[in-house]
């Protein structure tokens, strides 16, 4: 007797309880509803989504699992996440490190890198970014900076600390004049901003480090350029320490207003006391 023979009339297998439950795992309704509890839990109602779960960590690992393994669009996936949520939430109680805690953050990229990649061709490209990474990295890691990413010729990182921002900028800066690609010795521009990013899974978001990547962008000519957040967070007596003195920035005349930066939003070029070819240049252009 075959297969079909030996079922039952009438069994309709997408009934009865599997049938049920498969029903109301799948119900929009149900969905809708734990993903309004959700937000009542402590910890980010949207962990899960591929920006939440980037980075190391338990939860993050456990989530990504469950998106790869859990039916999407499913009240199992939603209390499955929910539960995840909680225990990021929990661990990063323990850990000390509440959401949105005060962060400095430091934008790095070279002068004259496209220009010089344009004709130097890839190979050599390749051996600047290699070598770049080689002595500006350790100043920035050592330290107990953490570096969130890498794009090309240019670096973010976060510190906890502006003070141990500011001094790993300074030795970074002065490491790339060891660099020398086919007679090409890059340049380092640095931005640093202190203030409460929002930190994603690996990654850092929001006002403020729209802010950073800003600072750097007024550092055209290779210098290195804080914030007021910065500054003011800065003894006094470290600046003897770091061997630099702040200068305010003046808006350019005739320069376009910069985009996604407040009016009232303060800028210093940190020079270093120890005069410097590049120091000499730097004076021409407030």
């Given at each position: 007797?075959?297969?079909?023979?030996?079922?039952?009339?009438?069994?309709?297998h997408s009934?009865?309880?599997?049938?049920?439950?498969?029903?109301?795992?799948?119900?929009?309704?149900?969905?809708?509803?734990?993903?309004?509890?959700?937000?009542?839990l402590?910890?980010?109602?949207?962990?899960?989504?591929?920006l939440?779960?980037?980075g190391?960590?338990?939860?993050?690992?456990?989530?990504?699992?469950?998106?790869?393994?859990?039916?999407?669009?499913?009240?199992?996936?939603?209390?499955?996440?929910?539960?995840?949520?909680?225990?990021?939430?929990?661990?990063?109680?323990?850990?000390?490190?509440?959401?949105?805690a005060?962060?400095?953050?430091?934008?790095?990229?070279?002068?004259?890198?496209?220009?010089?990649s344009?004709?130097?061709?890839?190979?050599?490209?390749?051996?600047?970014?290699?070598?770049?990474?080689q002595?500006?990295?350790?100043?920035?890691l050592?330290?107990?900076?953490?570096i969130?990413?890498?794009?090309?010729?240019?670096?973010?990182?976060?510190?906890a600390?502006?003070?141990?921002?500011?001094?790993?900028?300074?030795?970074?800066?002065?490491?790339?004049r060891?660099?020398?690609?086919?007679?090409?010795?890059p340049?380092?521009r640095?931005?640093?901003?202190t203030?409460?990013?929002?930190?994603?899974?690996?990654?850092?978001?929001?006002?403020?480090?729209?802010?950073?990547?800003?600072?750097?962008?007024?550092?055209?000519r290779?210098?290195?350029?804080?914030s007021?957040?910065?500054?003011?967070?800065?003894p006094?007596?470290?600046?003897?320490?770091?061997g630099?003195?702040?200068?305010?920035?003046?808006?350019?005349?005739?320069?376009p207003?910069?985009?996604g930066?407040?009016?009232?939003?303060?800028?210093?070029?940190l020079?270093?006391?120890?005069?410097?070819?590049?120091?000499?240049?730097e004076?021409?252009?407030?």
């Amino acid at each position: 007797m075959d297969d079909a023979e030996s079922s039952e009339p009438g069994t309709d297998h997408s009934s009865g309880p599997l049938g049920w439950l498969r029903g109301v795992n799948q119900h929009d309704g149900v969905v809708s509803a734990i993903r309004r509890a959700r937000r009542a839990l402590p910890g980010d109602p949207e962990f899960g989504d591929p920006l939440s779960v980037s980075g190391l960590g338990g939860p993050r690992a456990a989530a990504r699992a469950a998106d790869r393994l859990l039916e999407r669009a499913a009240a199992s996936r939603e209390l499955s996440l929910g539960a995840l949520q909680v225990w990021q939430a929990l661990t990063e109680r323990v850990s000390g490190r509440p959401a949105n805690a005060e962060a400095t953050l430091v934008f790095t990229d070279l002068v004259g890198y496209s220009a010089w990649s344009l004709n130097a061709g890839d190979e050599a490209t390749l051996r600047l970014l290699r070598r770049m990474a080689q002595v500006v990295e350790p100043p920035l890691l050592e330290s107990g900076g953490h570096i969130v990413k890498r794009m090309g010729d240019g670096i973010m990182a976060v510190f906890a600390d502006p003070t141990t921002a500011v001094r790993s900028a300074i030795a970074a800066r002065e490491a790339i004049r060891s660099v020398d690609v086919d007679g090409f010795t890059p340049r380092m521009r640095v931005g640093v901003h202190t203030g409460r990013p929002q930190r994603i899974g690996s990654d850092w978001l929001g006002v403020d480090v729209n802010l950073a990547a800003r600072v750097m962008e007024r550092a055209t000519r290779g210098e290195l350029i804080v914030s007021a957040a910065t500054l003011d967070r800065i003894p006094q007596e470290e600046f003897d320490t770091l061997g630099v003195t702040a200068r305010k920035l003046r808006r350019q005349m005739f320069a376009p207003k910069q985009d996604g930066v407040p009016p009232d939003f303060v800028m210093y070029r940190l020079k270093s006391r120890k005069p410097t070819d590049e120091d000499d240049g730097e004076a021409t252009g407030a």
